[in-house]
């Protein structure tokens, strides 16, 4: 399958768009061309369990880069006087198609017109079936033939270098065409003028290849050039269809499982791909998630390759390598279904902000003493004269030191400098961390580790006078999972997302600034309370989303049960969507501005009537806030919180 750096790159792109230069690479000797290896081998499974792992030319598995070169010569000074070879033409271009499809349009498309009530493993037959209905109208046409070198036969020492395949101009020819033959195969031959991204490939040697696979191809291995007619156009969109599903919405392990609607899990995987190309879910987790399906990919790759190395006897040794990497396979498909079914149940739960926390509170220390930790490096005379002769005062050289011996009404405060303490991940005990000197002067990392940076399950939780920077974390740089957190006169610098309120949580924020956040400055989920007062929200939900109607604003408010909010003096301005955005489940998006209301079709006057009831069930109350350059408007709601599973 495609590598998952793909997910990153927009819908119109196609990195299979074959175009010609002028690079060029060292040549192959003709002897190894004429003796090529032994034809490729089957898949030998070592057990049963690891059957089903397909070998790279199966589904998913293509070529995405565009490269040209040459074969290798006999010698360093070109090709032999007496062996002339034909020079290959460049490659034509291939159909792209220009249109981008929403979230909406793509759904419709696989699950109610390609899959349908079809299960996973009868996805290749009804992917086959929607492919042959755009043959009837045009069964020749001329294509790129894009394969490995593997199977063209090209030795190690040919010289092409990282060239990822081998393309050939063919003529496709449909007739006769099994639409229930899985993986669907057409007839193909070289076509006139001879073109290659090879350019001394001799023709000779890929007809003997194409006679050898009976002169028929894997459908998804030819992309049709462009400019043809439009019914070839549209066989070129609906191959396009079919590589997409099996690049990102396909999973290895669909064959293995029993679900009860397989169109509803690809559903929810097209969403997850708009979710990660948009931003909603933050990049660091997007890029963690990718790196992770890349070595799944890479692993079973490996595997494949083992297992169709194993011969009638394998020995001790290939069988134990066999089972190791099979059980590597099987870990990383195990991590990366968790990841996904996590995404699944989002509407069960409070999103990915599930309770990580398992450090246990230690509580108030005997006769109920507390301590004041102090962090630095060398604690001198003059750190600690503003301090009471009474209050007991522990020094620590790092910040995790201090939180890891802190109990329930400790104070820990920090000197000016630079630090990181995953235990900021774990806050269960009622203690204040604050800053000495001025905020600028006390930053605080996150650990690029972990998922969470701050996440509160205590009582009682207070940050003052500090700056806490986002580096590489996933979930919001302030996470409230139970209990409240007092946040005064600090600096968020996000990467991900912002300040998260759970259910059930409160917060009250003071004279804070946050920026950057990916998602909503401020977002407080169903059943949670915030106090805002004095505080700077700009720059937020700056995600690569097209669709601005996506983005979450300043604050959001995730309402059933309703959040409780509180605004006085604050300043939000320049963020993506609105400065307050209200989520309500329904699929009717509304537009407020300041002037006057303007509704989708759908919703018109009734949708500023849902915007009125719905700030006055929140218990929303505004007192001299200044909100600004927003660009969705001031307040408004945003629909479609929650889809249906």
């Not at 899990?265 to 948009?278: F, M």
Request: one cysteine or more; glycine letters at 6%; a negative charge.
């Amino acid at each position: 399958m495609a590598t998952c750096s793909n997910y990153n790159s927009s819908l119109e792109d196609n990195d299979s768009v074959i175009k010609g230069n002028d690079c060029e690479t060292p040549q192959l000797s003709e002897e190894n061309l004429k003796t090529p290896p032994n034809s490729p081998v089957c898949e030998v499974p070592c057990s049963s369990s690891s059957s089903n792992v397909r070998t790279p030319t199966d589904k998913g598995a293509r070529s995405k880069a565009t490269m040209t070169g040459k074969l290798l010569t006999p010698n360093p000074d070109g090709e032999d006087p007496d062996d002339f070879i034909e020079e290959a033409e460049m490659l034509p271009k291939i159909y792209i198609s220009k249109k981008s499809y929403s979230y909406e349009e793509r759904a419709s498309l696989y699950c109610d017109e390609m899959i349908g009530p079809f299960s996973a493993e009868e996805v290749d037959e009804a992917i086959s079936c929607y492919i042959s209905d755009k043959l009837i109208d045009a069964p020749h046409w001329a294509a790129v033939w894009k394969t490995t070198p593997e199977v063209m036969r090209l030795p190690l020492s040919s010289g092409i270098g990282d060239l990822p395949f081998v393309g050939v101009l063919v003529k496709v020819n449909c007739i006769g065409l099994d639409g229930k033959l899985v993986p669907l195969q057409v007839s193909a031959s070289v076509a006139e003028p001879y073109s290659s991204n090879i350019s001394n490939l001799p023709r000779e040697h890929v007809e003997e290849i194409l006679r050898k696979h009976k002169n028929t191809v894997s459908i998804l291995d030819v992309y049709p050039i462009e400019g043809l007619s439009p019914d070839v156009d549209n066989i070129a969109e609906a191959l396009e269809h079919a590589r997409f599903f099996f690049d990102f919405l396909w999973r290895d392990w669909d064959d293995d499982e029993e679900y009860e609607e397989y169109a509803g899990i690809i559903e929810k995987r097209i969403q997850l791909y708009y979710d990660i190309q948009d931003g909603t879910v933050p990049g660091p987790i997007s890029e963690r998630y990718r790196e992770t399906l890349e070595e799944y990919r890479s692993k079973r790759m490996e595997l494949s390759k083992l297992q169709s190395s194993i011969r009638a006897d394998s020995s001790p040794g290939e069988a134990v390598e066999c089972w190791k990497r099979y059980y590597e396979l099987t870990l990383l498909s195990g991590l990366l279904k968790i990841w996904e079914d996590l995404r699944l149940r989002k509407e069960q739960s409070h999103g990915p902000f599930f309770s990580r926390i398992c450090k246990r509170r230690k509580g108030q220390r005997l006769r109920g003493r507390r301590v004041t930790h102090i962090v630095a490096q060398m604690m001198t005379t003059d750190m600690i004269k503003s301090f009471p002769k009474d209050v007991l005062i522990q020094q620590h050289e790092t910040l995790s030191g201090a939180l890891d011996n802190c109990h329930s009404g400790d104070t820990v405060v920090i000197f000016p400098g630079d630090y990181k303490a995953a235990a900021l991940a774990s806050l269960t005990d009622d203690i204040t961390i604050k800053g000495s000197g001025h905020r600028d002067d006390v930053v605080i990392f996150s650990h690029p580790s972990y998922d969470t940076f701050v996440t509160s399950k205590a009582a009682e939780v207070t940050l003052e006078n500090l700056t806490l920077v986002q580096c590489g974390t996933c979930d919001g740089i302030v996470v409230v999972e139970s209990g409240h957190m007092t946040l005064e006169n600090c600096v968020l610098r996000c990467e991900g997302t912002g300040v998260c309120v759970l259910t059930g949580a409160s917060l009250t924020m003071s004279n804070c600034e946050v920026t950057g956040a990916q998602g909503a400055g401020v977002e407080l989920y169903p059943g949670s309370s915030a106090e805002l007062n004095g505080n700077e929200i700009h720059h937020c939900s700056n995600r690569s989303s097209k669709d601005s109607t996506r983005s979450l604003g300043g604050i959001c408010m995730k309402v059933i049960p309703q959040p409780q909010l509180k605004l006085s003096n604050n300043h939000i301005h320049d963020n993506q969507g609105y400065g307050v955005s209200i989520q309500m489940p329904d699929n009717s998006p509304c537009v407020v501005t300041q002037d006057e209301p303007e509704c989708t079709a759908s919703g018109d006057k009734n949708e500023t009537d849902q915007l009125s009831k719905a700030i006055q069930k929140l218990s929303l109350e505004f007192s001299s806030n200044k909100l600004e350059s927003n660009s969705m408007g001031e307040v408004g709601l945003l629909h479609k919180m929650w889809t249906n599973s």
